[in-house]
């Protein structure tokens, strides 16, 4: 699942102020790739994971996934590409507080329209593959941080989608919760799904194989990250 991000800029208005958080960001992902994005706080990165992820449009530029130009399609378009192709994971986990684990991950079935039985099914086998089968029935407030993350990445990968973007999945979790989410992270690349990662951790960044370091809504580096390093140097260093 390829992404091609060209020149992308996003301006957001505070009273008069003009704030570019993306600031001509291009960038090219290729089918597979685990990446993580790092960079100071306000330097655009979830800006950059909401555009590239269809939740936000830019203000300028265009973004390719697969071949097609996002800015082409409908809203009811771009909807059904987030379902298909799209799985999201987020630092605070975004469950549904008086939902169920089971419940929590149908959701997304339910948008697309799946019947009962197998979006139960389906579901149960999610919750499975993320450890979590004998939890079916808690509340995300009976489950521990990791947990509740795992749920999340479940959810997320309920409608099998080739893209998982994850912003700061391990930002809440202490360091053994955090390791359990990068190994599952880690093997969904595996499987063949393109990962991309927000991340302030190095060690979490160390999971990875590509880096993009952002500063002031720009590309400040772009190569592979340390263990992935041929010759000592980063590849393609733009500082
Ligand atoms: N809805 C908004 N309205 C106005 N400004 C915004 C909005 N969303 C983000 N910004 C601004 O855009 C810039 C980039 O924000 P963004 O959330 O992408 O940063 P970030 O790199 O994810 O930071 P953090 O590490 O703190 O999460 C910041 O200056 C932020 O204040
Ligand atoms: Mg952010």
Do not use: W
Not at 171 to 196: A, F, R
Not at 207 to 215: A, D, E, G, I, P
């Amino acid at each position: 699942m390829a992404i091609e991000a060209r020149n992308l800029y996003k301006t957001y208005y505070l009273e008069d102020v003009e704030i570019n958080a993306l600031n001509g960001v291009s960038l090219t992902i290729e089918d597979g790739e685990f990446v993580s994005i790092m960079g100071q706080s306000g330097s655009g990165k979830s800006t950059l994971m909401h555009v590239i992820g269809c939740l936000d449009t830019p203000t300028a530029g265009s973004l390719l996934i697969d071949g097609q130009d996002t800015l082409d399609l409908s809203e009811n378009e771009l909807a059904d590409l987030r379902l298909q192709k799209i799985g999201f994971v987020f630092q605070a986990f975004n469950l549904i507080p008086r939902a169920s684990s089971l419940k929590n991950v149908e959701l997304p079935l339910i948008y697309a329209g799946v019947k009962t039985i197998e979006r139960r099914e389906r579901a149960i086998a999610a919750l499975e593959a993320v450890g979590l089968g004998d939890r079916l029935s808690s509340r995300p407030s009976q489950l521990s941080g990791g947990q509740q993350q795992r749920v999340a990445i479940a959810r997320a990968l309920i409608n099998n989608p080739g893209i998982i973007l994850a912003d700061e999945p391990t930002g809440e979790l202490d360091s053994k919760s955090g390791t359990e989410i990068m190994e599952i992270l880690s093997s969904l690349h595996d499987q063949g799904k393109t990962v991309i990662l927000v991340t302030h951790e190095a060690e979490v960044a160390e999971y990875t194989k590509r880096l993009v370091r952002l500063f002031d809504g720009k590309i400040v580096e772009d190569g592979p990250t340390t263990k992935n390093m041929t010759g000592g140097k980063r590849k393609n260093e733009l500082t």
